[in-house]
């Protein structure tokens, strides 16, 4: 079974801290994708990455960086230098394989909420 | 980018009153549509799948006589929460699939009194 878990609950840092959120999945299938999302307290998802199973190069984006560790089932994302406007919710989600053609369902994690002060 | 509609995006209605939130991709042509649900403070759940044309496809525990869902046309989805009672009060998101990608919807905030 297809599993993501999010063990951080909440962080709270100050501006300019470096921050890194934590992802482990599980799943049997070696053909799967996995995502970061972002959720500000208007609700709508934002969408940050998404990676495949059989790319596991780092990257980076600006302040954000992700590392994908097949060996550990990991998909940690880091934000460096942190400011007021990261707050908000982070997910990170499961998808196995294509269905129909297209993505297959999402399986998120419970989210970690990031609160980053001035 | 891809844009996926939600409407409403509020609504308040009463206890064992029907409501019907409808997602439309409006760019693009969407096989496959889902429908989540999260509650306060918690993570999205999967609640059914559907593609157009066919019968939706829900998730355990979830009551298929009770969120009725019909994917009519490749551009719109609509999620029916019938005889709704304060326990279904929560934040209902849409994703819209075409081959490739995944969108979400801004989601829809429903709250039964």
């Known amino acids: 079974a297809q599993k993501v878990t999010q063990a951080q609950t909440e962080i709270s840092v100050v501006e300019k801290e470096d921050v890194t959120l934590d992802c482990v999945y599980e799943?049997?299938?070696?053909?799967?994708?996995l995502f970061w999302y972002k959720q500000p307290p208007s609700g709508e998802l934002v969408f940050l990455i998404r990676r495949n199973s059989f790319d596991e190069q780092n990257e980076i984006s600006g302040r954000y960086s992700w590392n994908f560790q097949k060996s550990t089932s990991s998909f940690n994302f880091t934000i460096t230098a942190s400011q007021v406007v990261d707050s908000a919710v982070y997910f990170c989600?499961?998808?196995?394989?294509?269905?129909?053609?297209?993505?297959?369902?999402?399986?998120f994690g419970a989210g970690t909420r990031l609160a980053v002060h001035p | 980018g891809a844009v996926v509609s939600q409407h409403p995006s509020r609504v308040i209605c009463k206890s064992g009153t029907s409501v019907k939130i409808e997602c439309r991709s409006l760019?693009?042509?969407?096989?496959?549509m889902f429908w989540y649900r999260q509650f306060p403070k918690q993570s999205l759940m999967l609640m059914a799948t559907s593609n157009e044309g066919s019968k939706a496809t829900y998730e355990q525990g979830v009551e298929k006589d009770k969120f009725l869902i019909n994917h009519a046309s490749l551009t719109l989805s609509t999620l029916t929460v019938t005889s709704a009672h304060p326990e279904d009060s929560s934040f209902y998101i849409c994703s819209a699939s075409p081959l490739t990608e995944q969108y979400f919807g801004p989601g829809t905030r429903l709250t039964v009194t």
């Open positions: 989600a499961l998808s196995e394989g294509l269905f129909s053609g297209g993505y297959n369902k999402l399986i």
């Open positions: 799943t049997r299938d070696t053909t799967y994708y």
């Open positions: 760019d693009f042509q969407a096989t496959t």
